[in-house]
C-alpha cells in the first residue's frame, strides 16, 4: 500500500480523519477540518497551527516492490505525484543585492519523504504527546518521544548551495573545516549539514534535545547563546548556521548577534527562517509573544526576504553570498502525513566584527503577558 501525496483544497479522509487546508501558498496559517466539516480548534488542529498540510490518500501499487531497481522519476511515482513544493521565487521583488539560487526536489528529500509517510507515528504517541503538554512545551516532548522528524536541505543541496556562494565575488577560498550549529534540536536537519565539514559542534537550550544530539554522535553543548551563555575557550568555526531558531527563541536580536561573535572573519553564516514571520516562544505547556522581534514586517516571501537581509543581517556586517528557497518540513502524525513551511536560506560572509548595538522593535506588554494554548512544533 502507498500514499498519494495532494495539496492545494483537496479533501482527503486517512485513518477516520479529514484535513483540509485552504488559504494562500506561502501562508503558515492552516485551518483543519473534521469529517462533519467543523473547523477544528487550535488544540485539536495541532501541527496545523504551525506547518501545511500534505494529505494522503491510499492507493494500490504492485510495480512498485522493495527492492526493485527504479529510476527516479517524481512525475510518475503514484506517492509523489502530488507533492508540490516551492524552490522558486519572483525574482524581481528580491532585493538589487541578492543573488538568487533555485535548487530543486532530489534524491535525498525522496527519501526523506518516503521515510515520514512509513514512519509517522500512531495514536497511542498522539496521546502521549497531548498528556505531557501540560507539564513540557512541545519542543521538549517531541525530544523525549523522538517525534516529528525534520527536513530542509539534502547533503547534495547543501553542497550545490555552499558552490554557489563560493562563486559569489566576496566570498573566499580558504577551506571550510569547522561547524557550530545553533539550535540543533535532535539533530535531523544538522545531520544533513555536518557532512559537508570535519568538525561539527551543536548547540541546544533543551537537555532532551541535548542527549539526543550525544547519541548521535554530536559534540552537544547545553546553554542559551542569547542570554550569554560561552563556549569553552571562545572558539570560532568557519561556519555558523542558525537554522529556524530566529521565530521560536525568545530574544532572536541578541541570539543573532551572540551567533555572529563565534564565526571568524571570511567565514560563512548560515541562516534558515521561516516566512512569513510569525514569532512565539514556548512557556512550559503554553506560548507567548517573544520579548524580541526581528525588523521583518512583509508577509510576502521575496520582501519579507529582502528586509530580513537588509535589516538584520547586513548590520551585523554579515554580506549575503547567496540566497536560496527551499520546504522545511516535517513528519506526520493521525492528523496528517507530511506538514510543510516555507523557507529563506541565506549564506553570508562574515567580515570584521561589528558592535552589537541593536535597538528591538517594541512587543506590546499585553501581547507579551498573553499565553494561549498551543500544540506548534519547532523542532529538528
Known amino acids: 500500500m502507498l500514499l498519494v501525496v495532494e495539496l492545494e483544497g483537496l479533501r ?3 485513518g477516520g480523519q479529514s484535513v483540509f487546508a485552504i488559504g494562500q501558498r506561502g501562508h503558515s496559517k492552516v485551518h483543519c477540518f473534521s469529517p462533519s466539516g467543523d473547523l477544528c480548534s ?6 496545523a497551527q504551525r506547518f501545511r498540510q500534505h494529505r494522503t490518500n491510499t492507493v494500490e501499487d504492485h510495480s512498485m516492490k522493495e527492492n526493485s531497481a527504479r529510476p527516479w522519476a517524481p512525475e510518475l511515482d503514484p506517492v509523489l505525484s502530488g507533492l508540490r513544493l516551492e524552490y522558486s521565487v519572483d525574482r524581481a521583488q528580491l532585493a538589487n543585492q541578492l543573488r538568487f539560487h533555485e535548487l530543486a526536489f532530489d534524491a535525498g528529500t525522496e527519501a526523506y519523504v518516503r521515510h515520514a509517510l512509513r514512519k509517522r507515528h500512531g495514536r497511542f504517541l498522539a496521546w502521549l504527546h497531548g498528556l505531557l503538554q501540560g507539564f513540557l512545551s512541545d519542543f521538549d516532548i517531541n525530544g523525549l518521544l523522538g517525534l516529528y522528524p525534520m527536513h530542509v536541505l539534502s547533503e547534495a543541496q547543501w553542497r550545490e548551495l555552499f558552490q554557489a556562494a563560493l562563486k559569489a565575488p566576496a566570498a573566499e577560498t580558504a577551506p571550510l573545516r569547522s561547524l557550530l550549529d545553533i539550535g540543533a534540536g535532535r539533530g535531523d536537519v544538522t545531520s544533513e549539514l555536518a557532512r ?14 541535548v542527549s539526543r544530539l550525544a547519541k548521535r554522535g554530536f559534540r ?30 525568545d530574544r532572536p536580536l541578541s541570539l543573532l548577534g551572540a551567533a555572529r561573535s563565534f564565526v571568524r572573519e571570511g567565514g560563512l553564516f548560515i541562516v534558515a527562517l521561516v516566512l512569513p514571520y510569525d514569532p512565539f ?24 526576504a529582502s528586509e530580513f537581509v537588509q535589516n538584520a543581517l547586513l548590520p551585523l556586517g554579515l554580506e549575503p553570498l547567496v540566497l536560496s528557497r527551499v520546504p522545511y518540513l516535517s513528519g506526520g502524525d493521525p492528523e496528517a502525513p507530511l506538514y510543510e513551511l516555507d523557507d529563506v536560506i541565506v549564506i553570508c560572509r562574515a567580515g570584521p566584527d561589528v558592535p552589537l548595538l541593536r535597538v528591538p522593535d517594541p512587543v506590546p506588554e499585553a501581547l507579551r503577558s498573553s499565553a494561549k494554548e498551543s500544540s506548534a512544533l519547532q523542532q529538528r
Not at 487550535?42 to 501541527?47: D, F, I, L
Not at 542559551?224 to 575557550?233: M, N, P, Q, S, T
Not at 516562544?281 to 519579507?304: M, N, Q, T, W
Request: glycine content about 10%; aromatic content about 6%.
Open 220 to 249: 552537544a553543548v547545553h546553554g542559551d547563546l542569547a542570554e550569554g551563555a560561552l563556549l569553552a575557550g571562545g572558539e570560532k568555526f568557519d561556519a555558523v548556521s542558525l537554522l529556524n531558531v530566529l521565530d521560536r527563541c
Open 42 to 47: 487550535e488544540h485539536e488542529s495541532g501541527r
Open 281 to 304: 516562544v514556548y512557556d512550559g505547556g503554553r506560548s507567548r509573544a517573544p520579548r524580541e522581534r526581528l525588523p521583518i514586517h512583509a508577509k510576502g516571501f521575496e520582501r519579507a
Open 196 to 209: 559537508c565539514f570535519q568538525e561539527v559542534t551543536a548547540t541546544e537550550t533543551s537537555k532532551a534535545m
Open 12 to 14: 482527503a479522509h486517512d
